[in-house]
């Protein structure tokens, strides 16, 4: 079984700071743009049923969008041009988001794709994109509350993103690295990309992530992401090609 990512005080407390004033500011948005308001209080419903019902680990506002003017620790728009991804998404890909979160990225890069294709195994979150899809009209999104290794499609994409989901901080992934990396592979087209997001290297073994992706691909690119947030500094996005 994979490792859990172990989170520090210190991290805890910023988080917890970051929540309050996350908080705020969408309290302001709300208020300010009431066209956003329907949307604005489905997302504060799945939030607060995702705090009762939900026993894992939490990280509430983590992504945020602006298109729907709701403020995260990663703003959705800024991530994917750091990312580069307008340089390499075509009309007819399909692409699969492992761990997409409250899909803020899935649903954004949908309107430069043919189709994406988006899971994560907390269902608060993945209803969160699902009503945030239907709000902006973003149909060729589909979302699916599944862990990866229980993943299944006929589907084989040309894309696939796994953005710092390779390892978990909730502990939910039966996935040794070297197994995670290889049902990626699996489900890339021979010319297919995989778009990846470490995490901080202070939170897993480098040399592990390294080795399992070189087992099954080549680094075409490489750039280390620079990152406002503490609690995301330290990370490095690779694109890279099945072997």
């Known amino acids: 079984m994979s490792e859990k990512i172990k989170i520090s005080m210190k991290e805890r407390f910023i988080l917890a700071w970051l929540t309050i004033l996350y908080e705020t500011k969408n309290t302001i948005s709300t208020s300010s743009n009431p066209e956003l308001k329907t949307i604005h209080e489905k997302i504060r419903k799945h939030m607060v049923e995702e705090k009762k019902e939900w026993k894992r680990p939490k990280y509430p506002y983590y992504q945020g969008y602006d298109r729907i003017k709701w403020t995260g620790m990663r703003n959705t728009e800024k991530?994917?041009?750091?990312?580069?991804?307008?340089k390499y998404l075509k009309k007819d890909w399909k692409v699969l988001d492992i761990g997409c979160n409250m899909g803020f990225v899935s649903i954004e890069t949908s309107r430069f794709?043919?189709?994406?294709?988006?899971?994560?195994?907390?269902?608060?979150?993945?209803?969160?994109?699902?009503?945030?899809?239907?709000?902006?009209?973003?149909?060729?999104?589909?979302?699916?509350?599944?862990?990866?290794?229980?993943?299944?499609?006929?589907?084989?994409?040309?894309?696939?993103?796994?953005?710092?989901?390779?390892k978990t901080g909730d502990g939910l992934t039966d996935f040794t690295i070297h197994s995670y990396f290889k049902k990626v592979?699996?489900?890339?087209?021979?010319?297919?990309?995989?778009?990846?997001e470490s995490h901080n290297h202070n939170h897993e073994n480098w040399n592990e992530v390294d080795k399992a992706l070189d087992d099954f691909f080549i680094k075409i690119y490489e750039k280390p992401l620079v990152s406002e947030n503490k609690l995301m500094k330290g990370r490095v996005f690779r694109i890279l090609k099945r072997k």
């Open 79 to 86: 991530r994917i041009e750091n990312y580069g991804l307008h």
């Open 113 to 166: 794709v043919g189709q994406v294709d988006a899971l994560d195994v907390n269902p608060h979150i993945v209803a969160i994109g699902r009503d945030t899809a239907q709000f902006l009209s973003a149909k060729n999104v589909n979302f699916f509350v599944s862990q990866f290794e229980e993943f299944n499609s006929n589907n084989k994409y040309d894309a696939i993103f796994s953005f710092a989901n390779h």
């Open 185 to 196: 592979r699996e489900y890339l087209k021979p010319d297919g990309l995989l778009f990846f």
